[in-house]
Antibody, heavy 118, light 106 residues
Framework: EVQLVESGGGLVQPGRSLKLSCAAS????????MAWVRQAPTKGLEWVAS????????YYRDSVKGRFTISRDNAKSSLYLQMDSLRSEDTATYYC???????????WGQGTLVTVSS | EIVLTQSPTTMAASPGEKVTITCRAS?????MHWYQQKPGASPKPWIY???KLASGVPNRFSGSGSGTSYSLTISSMETEDTATYYC?????????FGSGTKLEIK
């Protein structure tokens, strides 16, 4: 059974940093592109970042470029999202997902809530 | 960035009624994907590559479309179909979701 378990969310002040982790199991992690998708409270879904099989290619939405860094450790079957210079508009539940070219999300974690507030 | 516009935003259907949700793209896309989300739960893949049903999706659901116009159809509404449905596209490194359609049972 495929499992994606996010961790690392919490309350953080504007301008500070937070690192999210996602532990994957039940599939060959290195065979999949991975991505983070977020959902602000009562709002819709928003793609944040994606990473290729070996981590050699990364992609970001414009609003997080230069502030967020997606990475992976295939040996540990883990995905990460380093979030720096956090803003109130980054407040959301962050989902770890598998990304299947040509572009859909096949598996989703349960999400981890990030709240950016003073 | 390609903008996806879903309609309607909200709707209510009676059991047995046919339901159609539309997703229009601001530019032509090759495929459309759909997700179902229920309150308090993670989104689930529902229809991918425009018309393929994800695992476990009842065959009363179908997807169709091309270019800038796509749709998700339920042939006969059931209570368990109550949820919010999102369309999503990926094209030329532009990945966007529609704003969602909340579907309720009458």
């Amino acid at each position: 059974e495929v499992q994606l378990v996010e961790s690392g969310g919490g309350l953080v002040q504007p301008g500070r940093s937070l690192k999210l982790s996602c532990a994957a199991s039940g599939f060959t992690f290195s065979d999949y592109y991975m991505a983070w998708v977020r959902q602000a409270p009562t709002k819709g879904l928003e793609w944040v970042a994606s990473i290729s099989y070996d981590g050699g290619s990364t992609y970001y939405r414009d609003s997080v470029k230069g502030r967020f860094t997606i990475s992976r450790d295939n040996a540990k079957s883990s995905l990460y999202l380093q979030m720096d210079s956090l803003r109130s508009e980054d407040t959301a539940t962050y989902y770890c997902t598998t990304f299947i070219p040509p572009g859909w999300f096949a598996y989703w974690g349960q999400g981890t809530l990030v709240t950016v507030s003073s | 960035e390609i903008v996806l516009t879903q309609s309607p935003t909200t709707m209510a259907a009676s059991p047995g009624e046919k339901v159609t949700i539309t997703c229009r793209a601001s530019s032509s896309v090759s495929y459309m994907h759909w997700y179902q989300q229920k309150p308090g739960a993670s989104p689930k893949p529902w229809i991918y590559d425009t018309s393929k049903l994800a695992s476990g999706v009842p065959n009363r659901f179908s997807g169709s479309g091309s270019g800038t116009s796509y749709s998700l159809t339920i042939s006969s509404m059931e209570t368990e179909d109550t949820a919010t449905y999102y369309c999503q596209q990926w094209s030329s490194n532009s990945l966007t979701f529609g704003s969602g359609t909340k579907l309720e049972i009458k």
